[in-house]
């Protein structure tokens, strides 16, 4: 199923699916190597997910986090982009059924010889898919811009409301889940109303909003240690973050949230702005490969590959990132953390499987190397755990600025973002606040 080059000669193979974190590094790696490399994406860009929540905050613009894939390896002659959606895998035929996205058509079939699947995970409503209309998330551009869109509208309603009581709902904003997307998410929506927009209006004060931010675990950032999450919530709280911990959410609507009520009845919060920061879900691709090899789930979705990140019976297949579980070496199944660096380190290591199986060497077990965990809160406000050294304040911040600046894709990104950060630092800014997307009588009007 190779792809026969100008030449006249056959060369492997290696489809790509995904060009997130973990699909990016895969193609990185192959880009010298001998074979043809096909990546496929249902985006024409990388997306860095770390910071789409700066973007629904009006920090940063999205062409600041995102990056085409095309001008990745424009000079990787041995890399196609192909602009695509996966549908489904026929892997007796070792091909890929394709659907084309935004009208550019594609291939109907795609074969391959390798097959590396990284297609991610999405927010999971834990059932309660009428939620998402309500209580937007910041996974990808899109609804980032839409909860960027929302906050800044409900603002501007609160400004023009005259019924105290409505008034008070607009300026009422809850985060729901406090992992470190919640947690910053709140941070961000604090600095927005007690800073950036404190002067911006004449009838309302915008310092008076309240940013409720509700985690079912009994403390927020449950993936650090507790003194960590103690120090953080502090820091939440400097910044004006009420925290709801212990809370479950039961309801979201048009007109607000309802969580249990700690006397076993339910509390309503009025509110027009929820962000939804809670539960993920592989992608339904990890299903249709495990439905098709027998590979098992997890309640998430994510398929369980073997200790070397290939599907059971399938060594040609591999299947890495967000969407998998990993069999240890001993066959048991490990849940690795849904972060950028062990999608990262799986790329790597599912290219370095294609590179030693032609040249006919074996390869060992995949093998994580956690280099740590970094949330941050706010301006000069962080958090950091790595390898057992507990930071917080400044100096994790400061980390978390350089870690994040260094993994950015692309060196005009990174400068544009360091100079926006460092301008925003001095002046308290967001030079990103627009509301985008609307929808008024004469925008439909002029079409
Ligand atoms: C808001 C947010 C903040 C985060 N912050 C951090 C952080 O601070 N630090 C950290 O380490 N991690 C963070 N993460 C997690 C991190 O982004 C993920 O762990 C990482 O993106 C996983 O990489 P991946 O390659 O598995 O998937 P992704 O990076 O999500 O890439 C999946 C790719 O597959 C494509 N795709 C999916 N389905 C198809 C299909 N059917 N056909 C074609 N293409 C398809 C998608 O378009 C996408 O480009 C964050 C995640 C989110 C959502």
Redesign the pocket.
Known sequence: MGIVCASGSREHHVVV???????LQAVSKLRRAPVEVTL????NF??F??L??QVATGALSPGEIAYPLRAIFKRDRNVRVLL???AEFDLDARELQLRSVSGVPAPERLGYDTLIV????HYSYFGHEEWRAHAAE??SLESALAVRSRLLAAFEAAETEPNAEQRDAWLTFVVVGAG??GVEMAGQIAELAQDTLRRDFRTIDPRRARILLVEAADRVLTNFPPSLSAKAERALRRLGVTVLAGRTVIGIDAAGVTLDGRDGGAERIASRAVVW?AGVTA?S?AGSLAELTGAERDRAGRVTVEADLTLPGHPEVLA????VRVRDPGGEPVLLP??????MQQ?RYAATVVRARLRGREHGAFHYRDKGN?ATIGRAAAVADIKGVRLSGFFAWATWLVVHLWYLIGFQNRLLVFIRWSFSFATHGRGARLITGASSAADRRDG
């Open positions: 699916v995904g060009g997130g974190f973990g699909g496929v994406d249902r985006r990388h997306l997910q770390p789409t929540y695509a959606e996966v990284a297609g991610g995970s910041v996974k470190p997307t920061a992608s691709l890495i990132g967000d969407m849904g972060v950028a660096p062990v999608a790329g970094l």
